[in-house]
């Protein structure tokens, strides 16, 4: 083989080498670009309806996440006896024009707490020092909506599941499905 031959061979595979290089680098942006635009259409679809979305994200070290992670210390405990460390997302809004009334949305992320239809979401409303679980492992975004129950701003979980304040907790207002009839032995 002579060196034209060699240095032919090692060019075309630097070319592909950079191809593929290329290649990658533009699949990372078209995924951040998708992952951008999926995001902002998401915002942009909520702030079309009022909503004001709630935005979770880590904040270790926190008071919100030293609440979130004592609110959800069981899960946490059977995660760990499973070698599962999961990420704790948080995120707060105020939904009722009380001074002291805070609520704090948690989601517990890792492969053994998420199913099919992704990570849940609760949320904690804080009166005065103490938390109460008042919507519990719900699917899907949540936003803040402007219009009001009892009080309470209503919530919008993923695109159209609104859920109300029913004064002590939230509710769904998606009625379920009627059950079939069981026909038993006569």
């Known amino acids: 083989m002579t060196i034209q031959q060699i240095l032919s061979r090692i060019r ?3 070319l592909a ?3 593929v290089s290329a290649l990658s680098v533009a699949a990372t942006v078209s995924a951040a670009t998708t992952h951008h635009r999926t995001h ?9 309806t009022g909503a004001a979305p709630v935005i979770l994200s880590a904040h270790p070290g926190t008071q919100l996440d030293i609440d979130a992670r004592k609110l959800n210390t069981d899960d946490l405990e059977d995660a760990a006896k499973h070698h599962d460390h999961p990420v704790v997302l948080v995120g707060s809004a105020p ?7 805070e609520a704090l949305f948690v989601q517990l992320q890792s492969a053994r707490l998420c199913g099919s239809a992704g990570c849940t979401t609760s949320v904690y409303l804080r ?9 519990d492992s719900v699917n899907g975004d949540i936003s803040v909506l402007p219009t009001r129950h009892k009080g309470m701003h209503d919530l919008l979980v993923g ?3 609104k859920w109300i304040w029913d004064g002590n907790e939230y509710q769904d207002t998606l ?3 009627p059950m079939p009839k069981m026909n038993g032995p006569n």
């Open 12 to 14: 075309l595979r630097h």
């Open 17 to 19: 080498l950079l191809t």
């Open 40 to 48: 902002h259409t998401r915002r942009a679809n909520a702030v079309g």
């Open 95 to 101: 939904l009722s024009a009380g001074k002291n009334d």
């Open 127 to 135: 009166h005065n020092d103490s938390w109460k679980t008042v919507l």
């Open 159 to 161: 695109k159209n599941d």
């Open 175 to 177: 009625s379920a499905p």
